[in-house]
């Protein structure tokens, strides 16, 4: 994500970003042993929001992110949650995987896509 954050000139500052990080859910994704990504979600009332999706380049575009995402709306349910949103960057491919995936955009600015999941 760093080189969105500098595509954009937005300030990227570790230790800030971990304080952020810190008070979401914070799950590690695992292939074979091996850590090889991260999911980071947060909930407010019913909504619930991916903060974060990341798999690591020689592991995207195997399936994984999607079954992130499965991982992600279940959690969600399980929480009482309807809706699933996120933001994802446009210069980011990980949009075309949102879409595939039922996300749809109800909002933009210059950097972002504003997307969200009815689920039930």
């Known amino acids: 994500m760093r080189t969105y954050y500098v595509h954009y000139d937005v300030d990227w500052q570790q ?5 952020q ?3 979401l ?6 292939f074979e042993g091996k850590l090889i990504g991260a999911l980071r979600l947060s909930f407010d009332n019913d909504e619930c929001y991916l903060r974060d999706l990341q798999v690591s380049e020689s592991f995207q575009n195997k399936g994984i992110g999607a079954k992130a ?4 709306i279940r959690m969600a349910k399980s929480a009482g949650a309807t809706k699933l949103k996120l933001k994802v960057f446009k210069i980011s491919p990980a949009y075309k995987l949102y879409k595939r995936e039922g996300f749809t955009t109800i909002s933009e600015d210059d950097r ?5 999941q009815i689920i039930f």
Do not use: L, P, R
Request: hydrophobic share 45%.
């Open 21 to 23: 990080i810190a008070g």
């Open 69 to 72: 995402i499965d991982e992600s």
């Open 15 to 19: 230790t800030k970003i971990q304080e």
């Open 112 to 116: 972002f896509y504003f997307m969200e």
């Open 25 to 30: 859910d914070n799950w590690d994704i695992i």
